[in-house]
């Protein structure tokens, strides 16, 4: 029976200790004080803001092309007889240097043959003056005033002397075709295309080769309307600028696996717009670009990147473009290390940085980092470059 009770007050007993002993627990533990959590604010790097006068420069690319580049074509027909050394593609020649020969046999005869008809046509106008001489004497000693045209033979002279024209016009014809029996260079330059060679018959038009110019290299250079600007381009009514005045440009590009670079001046700005692109384009040209004073030459069809100087523009500020916010937004940092929002000015947005006009005073600090969480007001550790060094 004492066995039956104890096994039903057994673990009514030990659930009455467990509650006693929880009860001593909780009376007898220490109060936790709460304590302040202490937010330290955000490190944030900024710099001063100082206005500056600052270069602009316009950046743009393109590929060199030639000032003058045309087609030499046969005036005459023949057989080649002999090309120039320099008639080769990528040759260069200067003006006046003979590139092909014809066999110019023919026009040698043609021409002896002009000399004689004019030299006969000299004789029948010398005889026929004498004859018209002979005859106003006579009509003089035999009638008075003055002889009838037909009597001094004026027409057979005014057939004469058009006969000797007639016959002078054929020698110089003759000369000319002689002479353009040798294909000149019109101007100095290089060889693009050679289309001939020694032996090929031609006859007038044919295309001998396709030459350019070496005295000036052009680059075409798009640029955003915006662009312009900046530049200081003092245009005629032409809407041309002059070679002397227009403003500086630096080429740079890739020859034999080095960087070179070649200075030039913007010529002019095209007409009209790029239907498909909305760019209108400005043309830099690069005198003497084979020249010794080059490192290396500016060949045409090089591929070209290129800064053009641009205005000098006062009173900006220079930021980093990474510090932008919200298209026209920056984060300025006033005397008590709070941060706040400003809407400034923006004069021009380039790859790298943007330039302040206005919205921001002398020496106020501008943000440059890019915190997660920004609040209009909140506290911040400003940091300088100098401290950051």
């Known amino acids: 029976m004492k066995s039956q009770k104890l096994k039903y007050i057994l673990p009514f007993g030990i659930i009455f200790l467990s509650i006693l002993i929880a009860l001593v627990i909780i009376m007898v533990k220490p109060e936790i004080e709460p304590e302040a959590r202490e937010i330290k604010p955000v490190q944030v790097r900024v710099i001063p803001a100082v206005k500056k006068e600052v ?4 950046k743009s690319q393109g590929t060199v092309r030639a000032k003058t580049e045309s087609e030499i ?8 007889e002999s090309i120039s050394p320099s008639f080769v593609a990528g040759g260069f020649f200067k003006k006046g240097d003979i590139l092909v020969r014809l066999d110019a046999r023919d026009y040698k005869y043609r021409y002896t043959q002009a000399q004689h008809k004019v030299a006969q046509a000299e004789l029948a106008l010398k005889l026929e003056e004498q004859q018209a001489e002979i005859a106003r004497e006579e009509w003089v000693q035999m009638n008075e005033g003055t002889p009838p045209a037909l009597v001094s033979r004026e027409p057979q002279l005014a057939e004469a002397r058009a006969s000797l024209r007639s016959a002078k016009a054929g020698l110089m014809q003759a000369q ?19 289309n001939v060679d020694i032996g090929r018959y031609v006859s007038p038009g044919m295309s ?3 030459i350019y110019s070496i005295d000036v290299a052009e ?14 381009l003092p245009f005629d009514f032409r809407n041309r600028v002059s070679s002397s005045t227009g403003p500086d440009v630096i080429l740079r590009g890739n020859f034999a696996g080095k960087e070179q670079q070649w200075f030039g001046k913007l010529s002019h700005i095209e007409g009209e717009f790029d239907s498909r692109s909305r760019m209108i384009h400005t043309v830099a040209r690069v005198a003497d670009p084979y020249g010794e004073q080059n490192e290396a030459p500016l060949a045409v069809g090089m591929y070209v990147h290129a800064e053009i100087i641009g205005k000098k523009v006062s009173d900006l500020i220079e930021v980093p473009r990474a510090a932008l916010r919200n298209q026209n937004q920056l ?3 006033d005397e008590e290390n709070r941060m706040h929002f400003r809407e400034v000015e923006i004069y021009r947005t380039d790859g790298e940085n943007i330039y302040i006009e206005g919205g921001i005073k002398d020496n106020e600090w501008i943000c440059v980092s890019q915190p997660k969480t920004v609040v209009d007001g909140m506290k911040v550790t400003p940091i ?5 060094n």
Do not use: C, H, N, W
């Open 55 to 58: 270069q602009m420069i316009v």
């Open 73 to 80: 074509v046969a005036q005459v027909s023949g057989v080649i």
């Open 176 to 194: 000319l075709d002689l002479e353009r029996t040798k294909v000149r260079a019109p101007f100095s330059g290089r060889v693009k295309t050679k």
């Open 208 to 210: 001998l080769a396709r």
């Open 219 to 232: 680059v075409r250079l798009p640029l955003p309307d915006k662009d312009l600007k900046y530049l200081s």
């Open 331 to 333: 984060l300025v940092v």
């Open 384 to 388: 300088t470059e100098t401290e950051e």
